[in-house]
């Protein structure tokens, strides 16, 4: 009898760790887990006499053509968001009074007039910002670098976005398609530039928002961190690591890499069983919670001179039908209210909705030493666009928009 349960039980173990190694495998787990258990100590919960400040950042690969729909679907998608946006969200304010924002990264191979101009009036009624997307494959970097540059010269000088710097030199936030950042796709596809880091440094990106990317092979051994990736022409993936903002000198060649949360949710079980993987998504599947968001937070993805300011660097893809009820629906309207209702019940605790562009500022900031408020900070070093000025001065908003924004 004694034999014949241990027996079972050998037998249990055996099945359980062939789950876990399959999910491991699947999940491309073995790339950044070593990582993740060297970060134990480091990941932990707030405690409640520490002051938090949430900063808050939707970065949204923004694909009208998503599976491949007529031009008509795709506007469809657009005028979705233009109308509805403002009308579900437009009502919330965050601790410095400022409404919910989108970072629309758009992709530089789905541009078409029409779709830019409806997210412009968004942008303008203070609802977010414009950066840049891009899929490519087997491409090469001289390629790659005219495409970044036309690109971001068209969004200036037809739609009034991006930030320039003092300088004069036009910059922008970049994610990449498919998650291949500089050549990292195990199998060379969905890229072909080894030091794309470079040609993006060089064009004037001034952060690259793509991480995290799993469960994609492309997922770096780098997690939870803001760094420093310096560029290795002779091969793909340089920033699988590199030098951590605020706990080395900045490197002069280095492009600073803005990660969102990865972790496992053992809270959140498959089969009751296996961890599910939280990655910082936000789609139908994945709605947003403050469940998650205390999960964010254990990341504690942070400037060191600033362990009050939590950076919570989430993404999404929002034009598709799919995304709209998680982010323009119920799930999206609790979560802000509830938000809310944490920070008027805990004066150590707030939240503030920024863009991309904001929040390097806040890293940058912080990294300078910057003791003074979140919102004092806010343009730090990249001044906002013309946009957010330009077009609300000349009126072009429609009425649901301006309504919104003067609530």
Same mark, same amino acid.
């Given at each position: 009898? /004694?034999?014949?349960? $241990?027996?079972? $039980?050998?037998?249990?173990?055996?099945?359980?760790?062939?789950?876990?190694?399959?999910?491991?495998? $699947?999940?491309?787990?073995?790339?950044?887990?070593?990582?993740?258990?060297?970060?134990?100590?480091?990941?932990?919960? =707030?405690?409640?006499?520490?002051?938090?400040?949430?900063?808050?950042?939707?970065?949204?690969?923004?694909?009208?053509?998503?599976?491949?729909?007529?031009?008509?679907?795709?506007?469809?998608?657009?005028?979705?968001?233009?109308?509805?946006?403002?009308?579900? @969200?437009?009502?919330?304010?965050?601790?410095?009074?400022?409404?919910?924002?989108?970072?629309?990264?758009?992709?530089?191979?789905?541009?078409?007039?029409?779709?830019?101009?409806?997210?412009?009036?968004?942008?303008?009624?203070?609802?977010?910002?414009?950066?840049?997307?891009?899929?490519?494959?087997?491409?090469?970097?001289?390629?790659?670098?005219?495409?970044?540059?036309?690109?971001?010269?068209?969004?200036?000088?037809?739609?009034?976005?991006?930030?320039?710097?003092?300088?004069?030199?036009?910059?922008?936030?970049? /994610?990449?398609?498919?998650?291949?950042?500089?050549?990292?796709?195990?199998?060379?596809?969905?890229?072909?530039?080894?030091?794309? @880091?470079?040609?993006?440094?060089?064009?004037?990106?001034?952060?690259?928002?793509?991480?995290?990317?799993?469960?994609?092979?492309?997922?770096?051994?780098?997690?939870?961190?803001?760094?420093?990736?310096?560029?290795?022409?002779?091969?793909?993936?340089?920033?699988?690591?590199?030098?951590?903002?605020?706990?080395?000198?900045?490197?002069?060649?280095?492009?600073?890499?803005?990660?969102?949360?990865? @972790?496992?949710?053992?809270?959140?079980? *498959?089969?009751?069983?296996?961890?599910?993987?939280?990655?910082?998504?936000?789609?139908?599947?994945?709605?947003?919670?403050?469940?998650?968001?205390?999960?964010?937070?254990?990341?504690? /993805?942070?400037?060191?001179?600033?362990?009050?300011?939590?950076?919570? *660097?989430?993404?999404?893809?929002?034009?598709?039908?799919?995304?709209?009820?998680?982010?323009?629906?119920?799930?999206?309207?609790?979560?802000?209210?509830?938000?809310?209702?944490?920070?008027?019940?805990?004066?150590?605790?707030?939240?503030?909705?920024?863009? #991309?562009?904001?929040?390097?500022?806040?890293?940058?900031?912080?990294?300078?030493?910057?003791?003074?408020?979140?919102?004092?900070?806010?343009?730090?070093? $990249?001044?906002?666009? =013309?946009?957010?000025?330009? @077009?609300?001065?000349?009126?072009?908003? =429609? =009425?649901?928009?301006? #309504?919104?924004?003067?609530?």
């Amino acid at each position: 009898m /004694i034999d014949d349960i $241990l027996l079972a $039980l050998a037998g249990a173990l055996f099945v359980a760790m062939l789950a876990l190694l399959v999910f491991v495998r $699947l999940r491309n787990l073995d790339y950044w887990l070593p990582a993740y258990v060297i970060d134990i100590p480091r990941r932990r919960s =707030p405690r409640r006499d520490e002051e938090v400040h949430v900063i808050l950042c939707l970065c949204d690969h923004y694909e009208p053509h998503e599976g491949g729909p007529s031009d008509a679907v795709a506007m469809a998608r657009v005028e979705a968001w233009r109308r509805g946006y403002p009308q579900q @969200l437009g009502h919330f304010r965050d601790s410095d009074g400022r409404t919910p924002k989108h970072t629309y990264f758009f992709p530089a191979e789905e541009y078409k007039p029409e779709y830019l101009d409806a997210l412009a009036e968004l942008c303008a009624a203070g609802f977010g910002e414009v950066e840049i997307h891009l899929h490519h494959d087997g491409d090469t970097a001289e390629n790659l670098r005219e495409t970044l540059l036309a690109f971001k010269r068209l969004l200036r000088d037809r739609h009034g976005m991006l930030s320039e710097r003092a300088d004069g030199e036009l910059v922008y936030g970049f /994610i990449h398609g498919n998650w291949a950042l500089d050549n990292s796709h195990p199998h060379g596809l969905f890229c072909g530039v080894n030091n794309e @880091l470079d040609v993006l440094r060089e064009t004037g990106c001034y952060a690259d928002f793509t991480l995290p990317a799993a469960p994609s092979p492309c997922q770096t051994r780098t997690i939870n961190r803001l760094y420093y990736a310096i560029d290795d022409p002779a091969r793909p993936r340089s920033h699988d690591r590199g030098v951590e903002v605020g706990v080395g000198p900045r490197p002069d060649n280095g492009l600073l890499i803005v990660q969102g949360p990865l @972790l496992l949710d053992w809270s959140n079980r *498959k089969w009751g069983v296996l961890p599910r993987l939280e990655n910082a998504c936000v789609q139908d599947s994945q709605p947003p919670s403050m469940a998650r968001l205390r999960l964010w937070l254990r990341c504690r /993805i942070q400037v060191p001179t600033r362990p009050d300011w939590f950076f919570v *660097k989430l993404h999404c893809h929002g034009a598709p039908e799919w995304s709209h009820f998680s982010l323009l629906g119920d799930p999206m309207v609790r979560f802000h209210e509830q938000l809310a209702e944490r920070a008027k019940g805990d004066v150590r605790f707030r939240y503030h909705y920024v863009t #991309a562009r904001e929040m390097v500022n806040l890293v940058k900031a912080a990294e300078a030493g910057w003791a003074g408020d979140v919102a004092g900070a806010l343009d730090f070093e $990249l001044p906002p666009p =013309p946009i957010l000025s330009d @077009l609300a001065s000349r009126g072009r908003q =429609p =009425p649901e928009v301006r #309504a919104a924004a003067e609530a």
